[in-house]
């Protein structure tokens, strides 16, 4: 079966950074575009970042654009997130997620496109 398995989170000061990383297995990998989002206590899973199948196109939200970098080795069946410049307002469990392989790039901001979810890394920024 499909696992997405999340990686990477932890405890930063503000200002710091961490690279999560999302390993994918019982799937065709490079066949995907993957999405990143997250979840902070108390209020709706927001979508963070996004990348097409071959790691050519990337978009992110508006409150981690110019801080946080997607990226994906396919050959390792693993997408990143780069977070540097980390606040408290990114406190939050972060999840990985699987788009099917022709979605139009729009939907990759919206939750209900993705089939596949990890379980969740939770990310913690103190000040």
């Known amino acids: 079966q499909v696992q997405l398995v999340e990686s990477g989170g932890g405890l930063v000061q503000t200002g710091g950074s961490l690279r999560l990383s999302c390993a994918a297995s019982?799937?065709?990998?490079?066949?995907?575009?993957m999405g990143w989002f997250r979840r902070a206590p108390g209020q709706e899973r927001e979508f963070v970042a996004a990348i097409s199948v071959s790691g050519v196109s990337k978009y992110y939200g508006n409150s981690v654009k110019g801080r946080f970098t997607i990226s994906r080795d396919n050959a390792k069946n693993t997408v990143y997130l780069q977070m540097n410049s980390l606040k408290s307002e990114d406190t939050a469990v972060y999840y990985c997620?699987?788009?099917?392989?022709?979605?139009?790039?729009?939907?990759?901001?919206?939750?209900?496109?993705?089939?596949?979810w990890g379980q969740g890394t939770q990310v913690t920024v103190s000040s």
């Open positions: 019982g799937l065709t990998f490079s066949n995907y575009p």
């Open positions: 997620a699987a788009a099917p392989r022709y979605t139009y790039s729009p939907n990759l901001y919206r939750e209900g496109t993705y089939d596949f």
